[in-house]
């Protein structure tokens, strides 16, 4: 094996024969961590080879199955003002509920993990937020009336103590509900962290800090700008010219590109505004704070993620923040490791609650 240090919360394994590498928090043994990744490397897949497969010591050349697969249950959840949430299900319907907070602009639709939410005994539930897809506007909305929203679902649908899974402009919704006591442990995978808070002043892209300063002077002309320049194909093309090469292995495969695209559009059914607001909140100032997070936390980055909005530091910063935190920083993944590690990702969250 050998070992290298990011930091003082995570130690990356990697097989020297060219294995997958492990994230472990520190302290933990190596044997603890042995475990390979399963249902996440593709095996009788009906779609031909993919820029993604692998190749190792040993290992033959295969597809890459992301664990993209249709929902086995879709739904809505009237709130009590009578709008309607829409969501979607993997999984056992007595499984252990795990709430999946989308990246931007995405759907109920795109899931992970396909491959290993039965085996892992995991119910995943992905929630369009308002405005988007299946769930009705909620205009003005915040993070704090998305968790309580999140509460009413949670009660609706006797979901007892579920996780939460955040993705990218995700990530602060799902710590939202952490903050709120509404789940019992997080996983923020590629998350956006909280961009307008000064300790990233100086290191924030030009652009993304032109943004956070139009939100700051002006959120609601800032809402109408972003509305202005949102659709699914606006965003594709930010994906593709941003991504790094590890992310468009992923995002240009024949099987996840248009289960991505199918999510995106579907986002937009109702037009721009919900991914306005979305774009806002995740611009501006959080109305928690997060070392106040009493549930534990694991913060995934990938070293070769190279998105501007996602956390500067990869978490770091974050990681001390939240008290209860622990920092996977993997070195080959870049910002699609939602989908390359999807299984580690729910597993790890799952050990928390069970």
Known sequence: MIRASYGA????????????PVAVPT???????????????GTGLSHPISPGGERGE????????YGVTDPARLGQTRMPDGRLLGWAEWGPADGTPVLLCPGAATSRWLGFGGGVVDSAGARLISVDRP???????DPGRTLSSWAADIGQLVQERALHAPAAVGFSQGAPFALALAAGGLVDAVAVVSGSDELAHPRFAR????RVREMVAAVAADSLGAEEAFAGHGGPEALWELIVTTSAEADLRV??????????????????SRGPAGYARDTVLAMGRWPFDPAGIAVPVD???????????HSPD????LARMIPGATRHVLPTAGGSLLWTHGGTVLRTVLGHIR
């Open 9 to 20: 919360e995570t130690e990356i394994l990697t097989a020297s024969s060219g294995g997958d």
């Open 27 to 41: 302290g933990r043994t190596p044997a603890a961590a042995s475990h390979r990744r399963t249902g996440e490397r």
């Open 58 to 65: 040993g290992v033959t050349m295969v597809a890459m199955d």
């Open 131 to 137: 405005g988007l897809g299946a769930s009705d506007p």
């Open 203 to 206: 290191s924030l892209a030009p």
């Open 251 to 268: 995002y240009t495969d024949p099987v996840f590109r248009p289960a991505f695209r199918r999510a995106s559009q579907e986002a937009f």
């Open 299 to 309: 913060l995934w980055y990938g070293q070769r993620d190279t998105s501007p909005v």
């Open 314 to 317: 990869l978490g770091a910063s």
